[in-house]
């Protein structure tokens, strides 16, 4: 099946949808606007089945079936905030409010969900219930987590659960997916390494903090080149280091450093976190130094289940002349983590063209990618709730 005639029909009203919320980002949970526009966009499609404040300020919605004999609901989830980021894209749908951009295709995502619950309450051509998932705060705030705690897989009786994220550098429209894991473990560290400051003219009456961080930055690379299989993946990224002082000839008190560990493996995260605690109190000491490490767990990794990736391609090939099934882990992170660790279901890419990559001031979703998304999603519920 290639794209649905119907995503044709509509993809000039879902671009316009997609720029709206393109010039109106929002951040975190603070993404009420947005619930709002979703809300009122699946009432004129004639759904009535809608519930606010889910996850603070996440927005669910049901599409009944023609029948619904197998009692069973699919859950279709898409992320609605943006980052504090300041555009540069110069376009005319270009962000409205400084310091806040849609930098990671939330926009197109949201818009891709809505234009699939627009066919499929029009068609309704399935059997059982299409549970839709409007969800904040992915970009560090866990609102995966908190829909979940706020029992969504329960209230809702969802059976399976799936969702899509752009893919730039990867063709307008095709897909890409690997079952087990997709996305890394997202954890994160704050470090301070706390020496005796004093004069940069007699390093000697002092005991350097700087120093102490400088090696600490080198000792951590040591965890993916020395203790974790090479066969296996790690990330260690020291991204922040600030000194308690901006002089020139001051010696700091201390040094902070901040950064984040990724890892698609349970034991290798245990072993990385280990290892990062290790060589910061055991560096800093050797440079008379203390150290003091406040290491974070983050998203989980996100692990596709076998059989319901298997679902998710086949239909992705109904849907597009490209799909990658076996396509290498990429070691960014991803909250739907937390509603796979509840549910069976998959997580697919969806080529988003040549250009700038997410998370940059020049980046933008490809709306050209509108209808293979829209047509995904409407193919994963007709395929696996079949009309009788």
Known sequence: MPIKNRFAETHAEITAWRRHLHQHPELMFDVHETAAFVEAKLRSFGITDITTGIGKTGVVAVIEGKANQSG???????????????????????SLHPGKMHACGHDGHTAILLGAAQYLAETRNFDGRVVLIF?????????????????????????????LHNMPDHPVGEFAI???????????????????????????????????????????????????????????SVCTLRSDTDSHNVLPQ???LRGTVRTLDAQVRDLAQARVEALATHTAAAYQCTATVDYERGYPVTVNAV??????ADAAERVSPGVDRATPPIMAGEDFSY??????????????????????????????????????????????????
Request: charged share 20%.
């Open 135 to 163: 969800q904040p705060a992915e970009e560090g705030g866990g609102g995966g987590n908190e829909m979940v705690k706020d029992g969504l897989m329960d209230r809702w009786a969802i059976d399976e659960v799936y969702g």
């Open 339 to 388: 509603m796979l660790n509840k549910r069976p279901g998959a997580y697919i890419m969806l080529g988003n063209g040549d250009g700038p990559t997410v998370h940059h001031p020049m980046y933008d979703f490809n709306d050209e990618a509108i209808p293979a998304g829209c047509s995904w999603f409407a193919e994963m519920v007709e395929s696996r709730l079949p009309a009788t």
């Open 254 to 256: 201390t040094v902070s």
């Open 178 to 236: 690997c079952s087990g894991p997709l996305l890394a473990a997202a954890d994160q560290f704050d470090m301070t390494i706390i020496g005796n400051g004093g004069h940069a003219a007699a390093p000697h009456e002092a005991i350097d903090a700087n120093l102490a961080a400088a090696h600490v930055v080198v000792a951590l690379q040591s965890i993916a080149s020395r203790n974790v299989d090479p066969l296996k993946q790690v990330v260690v």
């Open 72 to 94: 069973r609901a699919i859950g279709l989830r898409a992320d609605m905030d943006a980052l504090p980021i300041t555009e540069a894209t110069g376009l005319e749908y270009a």
């Open 307 to 312: 059989e319901n990736t298997s679902y998710a």
